[in-house]
């Protein structure tokens, strides 16, 4: 089964970060709610909220607040009037709900299998201070709003489960923008409003995985890069794909996992400014040196708001062939496309691109990533202009 790292974001959202929708991938795993028995009334209520029916609670208190009170009734009613295992995908071992689950059941309605991770709901560490070490929530500290202080003042430990980044600990920590490697990433939010974690590999050159481009309505690749580091942003204004990618395959099974890279080209030359990586095949060095190379790794988790969150020191777990290898990098949705970089020399490189990953019966989730071996051969036509595709900015191009 595969989970996307991909997730909306959504300008309307009050918190400042980026809230995780269901995966097409995960939506199947659910036929719906149990209807309720014949004899009883289905208490009704209003869902005019524009987030509404995205299973997830967006009302005031015990949820998200992003919508008013008893405008999201749909989503809110097991935490309002009783949390139980009233969604089909119930008691099968996985947790189903939004954010720490699959997303595929409404919180609050996959109780036996979210009850040990249930005090995460709602808690991110979105606050600009997270990851300092001080609990900064209202109560215990200040400067941080309620529940996004999740980090520093509930502990890192996290369980194996969670259908998320950890390995049993989450290390990831907030970075300097303005230093490298870090200035050299950013995010990529495309037309739809979908933002991805994006890295210049060139003046005006950006890597990012293709399924942030190549969705299942097909290929739209207008979007803006904004540095971390702050300043202007960019369009892209052409782009370059594996000819091989295709959403739909991608999504079914893990056969071209190694094409899931796209290159996109900007309209201005921020690299220019800001510096940007080199590139380099180290899966192609072979299993011992990949693993062994400390990584650098950085992107705009849903959890993490607009801040820049990074796991410095993890490590490649496994080559999976085609340029394919997993990771104990700290990802989650949001961080799709994120570069996985390395020391090399004075400078900084490119060895690959966070892309999806894998639900593993027997232990933690594999966390797959496509190695630099995979594009690497199509940079340099590509930066030079020789190939691509132009993007179409006219009103409703596509």
């Not at 001080?134 to 996004?148: D, I, L, S």
């Not at 293709?210 to 207008?222: K, L, N, P």
Request: glycine letters at 12%; charged letters at 25%.
């Amino acid at each position: 089964m595969r989970f996307l790292a991909v997730a909306a974001t959504l300008a309307a959202c009050l918190a400042a970060g980026h809230i995780a929708q269901p995966t097409k991938a995960e939506a199947m795993l659910s036929q719906g709610e149990k209807h309720a028995p014949a004899s009883k009334t289905v208490r009704r209520g209003d869902d005019s909220c524009g987030f509404a029916h995205d299973n997830e609670c967006d009302e005031p208190g015990i949820g998200t607040g992003a919508c008013a009170s008893g405008r999201d009734f749909s989503d809110c009613r097991f935490l309002r009037d009783g949390e139980k295992d009233a969604c089909a995908s119930a008691r099968d071992g996985t947790c189903d709900e939004p954010r720490f689950g699959t997303g595929a059941c409404v919180q609050g309605s996959d109780r036996s299998d979210c009850g040990a991770i249930a005090w995460m709901r709602n808690r991110d560490d979105s606050c600009l201070t997270a990851f300092n070490n001080a609990c900064e929530e209202p109560g215990r500290g200040q400067g941080c709003a309620a529940r996004t202080d999740r980090g520093d003042c509930f502990g890192r430990a996290r369980a194996l489960t969670l259908n998320d980044h950890f390995f049993g600990h989450d290390d990831r920590d907030r970075v300097n923008a303005q230093e490298a490697p870090w200035r050299f990433i950013g995010s990529f939010t495309n037309s739809a409003d979908e933002g991805c974690t994006a890295t210049l590999i060139g003046a005006d050159i950006i890597v990012t995985a293709a399924h942030c481009i190549h969705g299942d309505r097909g290929i739209d690749a207008r979007g803006r890069f904004q540095p971390a580091a702050g300043g202007a942003s960019s369009r892209a204004i052409a782009y370059l794909i594996d000819p091989g990618f295709n959403y739909e395959t991608f999504m079914s099974d893990d056969a071209i996992d190694g094409r899931d890279w796209a290159l996109l080209r900007l309209e201005r030359p921020l690299g220019a400014r800001l510096g940007f990586a080199r590139v380099r095949d180290l899966i192609g060095a072979g299993a011992e040196t990949a693993r062994a190379a400390d990584l650098y790794q950085a992107g705009y988790g849903w959890d993490t708001g607009a801040v820049l969150a990074a796991h410095v020191g993890c490590h490649v777990a496994e080559l999976r062939g085609n340029d394919v290898f997993t990771h104990q990098c700290d990802t989650t949705r949001g961080d799709s496309g994120s570069a996985f970089l390395v020391r090399d020399g004075a400078d900084y490189a490119v060895i690959g691109v966070d892309s999806s990953f894998l639900a593993n019966p027997d232990g933690p989730i594999f966390y797959v990533a496509v190695g630099a071996g995979a594009f690497l051969p199509s940079l340099a036509a590509f930066a030079a202009r020789r190939t691509g595709t132009i993007i179409d900015w006219a009103p409703g191009a596509h």
